[in-house]
């Protein structure tokens, strides 16, 4: 293994970079000389009190360690790579009440429960009532746009469907999905100067979405209904979710179902049309291939962490147990030994081995099947009321440490 030309201090999870761009230079550098490569960092200023973690930048060695959790756990220090500085110890012990953070076996039963929310059939049934919120969201858009025809995307119509299935899966009122977007909002953007989020701010969003869900689960178990919260929580002792571990799925559900789906709509639309061809393709032949490619080409989670459990060999580094991991999804999407021309943005590449919605194992987007029907609805939505859209402004960006994240995205109707 060879050392890679990289500035000296450079990390992939600045969030300075990553507000910047997607680093795919240094990641192309780091799968050719050395695919898993120790990053210093400062003590503490990830939250976590070592010297750095182990950059993972392959495809097949992200996919290895994501089906190894007996190996590489994400309970230790959870998946999140970096906190901000300022959290302590304990706040990120809570987070292991989240399903994301936890390893089997208890990781095993909790997913047993909450994918019952999550069948082929659950999804379709969802399916006519979320194409009916595309259409509608999407003409609310051209109707409030500006009298020059311009409008946000991102906050107009991203937002929009991935919040309203949210609320459509456990039985919110629609009228509550703005308060679920600033409680997430408020959860993730914690390195974001604009939003002068603390990591205070941050954890007691974080509690409201458990209080809102338990007070959920507590209606459901007095009155049941036909809805997920009513399947996971209402029948005691068998086989269901505790009030709190529901509110703790919300939380996922919040973060990882809302603020993904929503920013891999804002990168597409922006890869339509910085790639009119394939917009032009996209409106004529609609393929069903091309939300998997938008998911691939946006990647909204940059990367994960694991921690070793023991000593590893893994693409040529000696990982010390308690040694953390970070999984770079950005770097594995975009391998040549996987794809084919990966810095090309194409809606017809099959196959399309991306690991946007995890390398597999016991972590696998739970809800992949439902993310990439809302991308493919509120697209079909788009090429059918604003075929002739255009950008008005660059898109500007998320300042996270691990979020690929669109804030703004001006368009304009022709």
């Not at 495809?59 to 230790?76: G, Q």
């Not at 901000?84 to 429960?113: F, G, W």
């Not at 919110?172 to 977007?181: G, L, N, V, W």
Request: hydrophobic share 40%; proline share 6%; glycine share 6%.
């Amino acid at each position: 293994m060879s050392c890679p030309h990289l500035p000296d201090g450079f990390d992939f999870t600045d969030p300075d970079l990553l507000q910047a761009r997607v680093p795919h230079p240094e990641f192309a550098e780091m799968r050719r000389t050395a695919p898993v490569w120790w990053c210093t960092q400062p003590a503490g200023v990830s939250g976590f009190d070592d010297e750095g973690y182990w950059a993972v930048t392959r495809h097949a060695d992200v996919k290895h360690v994501s089906t190894h959790p007996e190996l590489f756990s994400s309970n230790t220090n959870t998946a999140v790579i970096r906190f901000n500085e300022s959290i302590s110890r304990d706040q990120i012990e809570v987070q292991k009440l989240i399903m994301l953070n936890m390893d089997p076996p208890e990781h095993t039963r909790v997913r047993q429960i909450v994918q019952r929310g999550f069948t082929p059939r659950a999804v379709r049934s969802l399916e006519e009532a979320l194409r009916r919120r595309a259409r509608s969201i999407v003409e609310s858009a051209l109707a409030t746009a500006a009298d020059d025809g311009s409008f946000d995307f991102v906050t107009n119509i991203a937002v929009e469907l991935p919040l309203q299935a949210i609320a459509e899966l456990i039985g919110a009122p629609q009228a509550d999905r703005a308060k679920i977007f600033d409680w997430s909002n408020k959860m993730a953007a914690y390195d974001d100067p604009e939003y002068a989020i603390t990591q205070e701010v941050g954890t007691e969003a974080a509690m409201e979405i458990v209080s809102y869900a338990m007070n959920l689960a507590a209606a459901r178990k007095e009155c049941p209904a036909k809805d997920i919260v009513s399947q996971l929580v209402a029948a005691e002792g068998q086989g269901n979710l505790s009030s709190d571990e529901f509110g703790f799925f919300v939380i996922l559900l919040a973060v990882a179902g809302n603020e993904t789906t929503r920013n891999a709509i804002s990168h597409g639309m922006h890869a339509f049309l910085t790639h009119p061809d394939q917009w032009e393709l996209y409106k004529r032949e609609r393929p069903s291939t091309a939300a998997e490619e938008i998911v691939r080409w946006a990647t909204p989670v940059v990367s994960f962490q694991r921690t070793a459990t023991q000593d590893v060999d893994l693409g040529g580094a000696r990982i010390k147990k308690g040694d953390r991991v970070g999984l770079f999804y950005s770097s594995a999407n975009n391998d040549p030994e996987v794809f084919d021309t990966p810095d090309r943005f194409d809606i017809t590449r099959d196959p399309n081995p991306h690991l946007g919605f995890g390398g597999g194992g016991p972590h696998f987007c739970l809800g992949k099947s439902l993310a990439v029907m809302e991308i493919d609805l509120i697209f079909q939505a788009i090429a059918d009321t604003l075929p002739g859209l255009h950008l008005a402004g660059a898109p500007r960006r998320l300042r996270s440490a691990w979020l690929n994240g669109i804030k703004e995205l001006r368009v304009r109707v022709a």
